[in-house]
């Protein structure tokens, strides 16, 4: 069973840096693709940003330049390096493997909120 655990999230001001780790366990393809997106209150699940397991990322527009994804597959962790975090950065993040199989896996999420 994949069980994936966030960590790393809490309060900063804006301006700040916070890093975001997940760590995914069970057994699972070594070709996939892991992600991290946010929900702001009231509003839908949106990307923030993807990596493959061969190291190609995508980024959402509004956080490109300020925030690294990176990942170790040996570890089979993602991280999250948030950096000049602003007011509507604020939202709980969640981690995603996949879809592996047509099925996607997701943590449970961390709250971040930066504060102006």
């Known amino acids: 069973q994949v069980q994936l655990v966030e960590s790393g999230g809490g309060l900063v001001q804006a301006g700040g840096s916070l890093r975001l780790s997940c760590a995914a366990s069970g057994s699972f393809s070594s070709i996939n693709v892991m992600g991290w997106y946010r929900q702001a209150p009231g509003k839908q699940r949106d990307l923030v940003a993807t990596?493959?397991?061969?190291?190609?990322?995508n980024y959402a527009d509004s956080v490109k330049g300020r925030f690294t994804i990176s990942r170790d597959n040996a570890k089979k962790t993602v991280l999250l390096q948030m950096n000049s975090l602003k007011p509507e950065g604020t939202a709980v993040y969640y981690c995603?493997?996949?879809?592996?199989?047509?099925?996607?896996?997701w943590g449970q999420g961390t709250q971040v909120t930066v504060s102006s």
């Open positions: 990596i493959t397991s061969s190291g190609s990322t």
């Open positions: 995603k493997l996949g879809p592996l199989g047509g099925k996607a896996h």
